[in-house]
RNA sequence: GCCGAAGUGGCGGAAUUGGUAGACGCGCUAGAUUCAGGAUCUAGUGGAGGUUUUUCUCCGUACGGGUUCGAGUCCCGUCUUCGGCACCA
């Protein structure tokens, strides 16, 4: 240990070591419980940010103070490498795809290898690589067989100049990001999952991982699944042979509807006015909503059709309204002004008649002239024989009657889509079937898999889909029958590949699987997942139904990934988040340069508690050097000292009594912090503490004071090394200890050391803080109660006035209550 | 509009189940050390006021009420900021 604190020396040397001796290597220990620490892993994007530096941070301290905590940790790091980033380097610059990736890997590598991280580095999985995404191939397949995926038409943005389909985000203002032009909709085949089969269960298995996730991810997940209980109600049409379906959450207020709405491109809409003389009128109509879908104010227009409200026989109109959406429900609502806040605007707009068929002493006025639509509940009025009935009870009264008839049928509808994986980019995971004139779609053999991206495919950003282009891949033989057929050319989202990457990390160089079973069992589920609040719905949601999917294909046995979740906030700059656009961007490989890994992951652990936003400060990580620095200077001070090892049956001055209690109590604080509630902030507030008074302590040479400060350094330095672990294991080693620090066991406090003789506790008059005064720990309410009066202080306030009351807590404080 | 999170010194942030508000760090002030600067060490640091020695008083956790011996913490209402969803029938 030299006498100055030089980082990056010591950094690259433990890290060095670490790697020769294997000691974060990943290996099934039977004999230790295991622990599986991920954090979510990055996008080679180029280079790593704050972002990423935090995230790791945070999952290090993790899976370091499980390893010493005893457990057999796995924590493994990888690369969601496909994207269409690559994609458009290769546009602009001429890179391949590949190659742009790769050095990005290798460029991060580096980076994450020079913070520090226990990784396995042996282990990494990247997603681009065909012995990964095969396995998604075959996957894929099961799940076709198994009718798990469908193909269907899907709207998409379509650049008719470049003549290429857009992504959303390369949609800008409506205009291509490349020419300018403007973008169209386009219809073509797309492949889904039916992750709303699983809505369900996605729904349900919440309360397997609720306490261990954040409350707010889960009500995110729960109101984008958007489950809502109601009934689909039949609506014949006047003079055709037509019915319109809707679905309803308020079958209670069916006597109340007046008219009805259909979205204006539902394809039944051209259908029903075909041949009318409101054709051409709901056509211009249908025409003038596709192109601004963003809806200021509700429009519609009448379609000339009525059709019977099953409940009362009333003939009621059919409008075109362009708030009413396709995607949900039937895509056809009936319409309920009295009881909708939304068909009461419709309704006012176009002059059409409102019928109050909820009662509701005081909000409904005896006139029934509204204000608003009524929501809530009450008793039903105007609806026949339901009349008096509570609307809830009517609600399920009137759907059974309609049911009976054959016109209702109780229904439950989700906001949740079938998730569209087809992508028609190149930079993606081919998805593995053939197109055979005779045959149809047909799966690639499992033994063909895996179905390899093509090196060469032209990319420039325009004229469709890259992969279609490339004959040699196109143009194939049917695995069926063996004729010419051609190769499906869209590649999978890229959410496809980061659903399952966390199970292949149990056996990332498997040849024959996915991965091996029995390890999945072993590790499975994810003890700890750390990421970024963003994923909170889509990556979150996605990868818990594909746990499911592959429970049911037999593959493992759980129902759900990851049984806690830490969302950690973003990293912010003068205010806002750290970005190109503002030139707030503080580089990682500046911030190492200057003061090293340790100093930059102990900034960023300290400066905030994990799920608050970060403010980056440049004096704060100053200051996490300094503190770094002061615990160097001290352990170089007493390195000696601690060799020596000194031991002494009781301490018995008072100071090294209060060294020895601060040791303990700090043990038992950075450990609650840690393990309760990732406060890694507050648990290095208290290394700091310790620090501090190791400073202060009068050390005289005497054997109590050798034995006091080397336990505290010892502890000290420990604690330390989860956050900072390079510094650690050199101070550990300068102190004499053997190698490493990050294989020792985590210290565990003497409860015996935590009791005090003595107590300080507050006294107070009517709330005030007037005194302290020391009392014995197993004092009596009574002598604490006497000492308190009898304070000189204390008198002074309670003299000559009515003391009501004395509030005694034990160990915290004596209220006087005087008038 | 709906759902969610958060409002505490000059700043980042502490404060177990209601029990001494402001831990720890940054910044600032003063002193020691130094030829000097930096670094380091020591002390102080919520605001206002009275003493002008050590002490004392009042006010303070977005705002207004309430419960309680006692509220940053619990309850009711209001405001502001941020995030998500956005006509989901």
């Not at 249908?286 to 009362?312: H, M, Q, R, S």
């Not at 309920?336 to 509701?360: C, G, M, S, T």
């Amino acid at each position: 240990m030299e006498e100055r604190y030089n980082p990056h020396k010591i950094e690259l040397k433990w890290q060095e070591r670490w790697e020769e001796n294997k000691i974060f290597k990943t290996k099934i220990e039977k004999d230790k419980p295991k622990f599986y620490e991920l954090e979510m892993f990055p996008y080679p994007s180029g280079k790593i940010h704050m972002g990423h530096v935090r995230n790791y941070s945070i999952g290090d301290v993790i899976a370091r103070y499980k390893r010493m905590k005893g457990y057999n940790v796995m924590h493994p790091m990888g690369f969601d490498a496909f994207g269409m980033p690559a994609e458009n380097a290769a546009i602009e610059h001429n890179l391949h795809p590949e190659t742009w990736t790769r050095e990005n890997i290798t460029t991060m590598t580096k980076q994450l290898k020079r913070m520090g991280f226990s990784y396995d580095w042996d282990d990494v999985v990247i997603t681009s690589d065909p012995e990964y995404y095969r396995w998604e191939q075959k996957l894929f397949i099961e799940m076709l067989k198994k009718n798990m995926v469908y193909r269907k038409k899907a709207e998409v943005n379509y650049c008719p100049n470049c003549q290429t389909v857009l992504a959303n985000e390369q949609v800008i203002d409506g205009r291509c990001w490349r020419c300018g032009g403007e973008v169209t909709k386009k219809e073509i085949d797309e492949w889904f999952f039916r992750i709303t089969d699983y809505a369900e269960q996605l729904l349900k298995d919440m309360e397997q991982i609720r306490g261990g996730w954040p409350e707010r991810v889960l009500i995110q997940q729960r109101n984008w699944i958007g489950k809502s209980v109601g009934a689909k109600v039949k609506f014949k049409v006047f003079g055709k042979n037509e019915v319109l379906e809707v679905f309803t959450t308020r079958p209670d207020t069916l006597f109340g509807a007046t008219f009805m709405c259909i979205a204006p491109d539902h394809p039944l809409l051209k259908k029903l006015v075909k041949g009318s003389s409101y054709e051409e009128r709901v056509r211009r109509f249908t025409e003038k909503f596709l192109k601004t879908k963003d809806i200021k104010e509700k429009e519609g227009v009448f379609t000339g059709i009525y059709a019977e409200n099953p409940v009362n026989g009333e003939k009621i109109p059919l409008y075109a309204a362009n708030f009413v959406l396709l995607e949900y429900g039937t895509g056809i609502i009936m319409s309920v002004p009295a009881h909708d806040q939304r068909d009461f605007e419709f309704a006012k707009k176009y002059n059409l008649p409102l019928k109050v068929v909820i009662y509701k002493e005081g909000v409904i006025p005896k006139d029934g002239k509204l204000m608003e639509a009524y929501e809530g509940e009450g008793i039903l009025i105007n609806s026949g024989q339901f009349n008096d009935l509570p609307s809830e009870q009517g609600k399920w009264e009137i759907t059974k009657w309609l049911q009976e008839k054959g016109l209702a049928e109780k229904t439950v509808n989700y906001a949740l889509r079938d998730w569209n994986v087809s992508r028609q980019r190149y930079w993606g995971a081919p998805i593995p079937v053939v197109y055979c004139k005779r045959c149809g779609i047909v799966p690639v053999k499992e033994e063909d898999l895996p179905v390899k991206l093509p090196e060469d495919a032209p990319l420039t950003g325009e004229g469709g889909s890259p992969l279609k282009r490339v004959e040699s891949f196109v143009k194939t033989r049917c695995p069926k029958c063996g004729g010419e057929a051609e190769r499906e050319t869209d590649t999978f989202d890229t959410f496809v590949e980061s659903s399952w990457y966390f199970l292949r990390y149990v056996s990332p160089h498997e040849k024959d699987k996915a991965f091996d079973k029995e390890k999945a069992k072993y590790w499975m589920p994810v003890d700890q997942y750390v990421g970024g609040i963003e994923h909170a719905i889509m990556h979150l949601l996605y990868a818990r139904y594909f746990t499911k999917v592959l429970r049911d294909l037999k593959y493992i046995d759980i129902d759900e990934p990851f049984k806690r979740l830490l969302t950690q906030g973003m990293v912010i700059k003068d205010g806002a988040k750290m970005s190109k656009s503002k030139g707030n961007i503080v580089d990682p490989d500046y911030i190492v340069e200057k003061y090293g890994a340790d100093t930059s992951r102990l900034f960023i652990l300290f400066a905030a508690p994990p799920e608050k936003d970060l403010d980056w400060s440049d004096k704060g990580v100053e200051g996490s050097y300094r503190f770094l620095n002061r615990v160097w200077r001290i352990v170089y001070r007493y390195k000696d000292v601690c060799k020596s090892k000194g031991r002494v049956a009781e301490l018995k001055e008072e100071k090294s009594r209060r060294l020895h209690y601060l040791t303990h109590f700090t043990i038992k604080h950075v450990t609650e912090d840690i393990e309760k509630r990732y406060h890694f902030n507050t648990a290095i507030a208290r290394l700091m503490e310790l620090t501090n008074a190791i400073y202060e302590y009068n050390y005289e040479g005497k054997e109590e004071d050798k034995v006091a400060i080397g336990e505290a350094i010892r502890t000290l330095v420990m604690l330390l090394s989860v956050f900072a672990p390079h510094i650690a294991e050199e101070m550990w080693e300068g102190i004499g200890e053997k190698p490493f620090v990050s294989d020792q066991c985590w210290p565990e406090y003497d409860e015996k050391a935590l009791v005090k003789e003595t107590i300080k506790m507050a006294v107070t008059v009517n709330g005030k803080v007037r005194d302290e005064i020391e009392v014995e720990k197993d004092a009596t309410e009574e002598k604490i109660r006497e000492l308190a009066l009898n304070s000189t202080r204390i008198q002074k306030y309670i003299q000559g006035k009515e003391l009501k009351k004395v509030v005694v807590v034990k160990h915290r404080l004596v209220n006087m209550v005087v008038r």
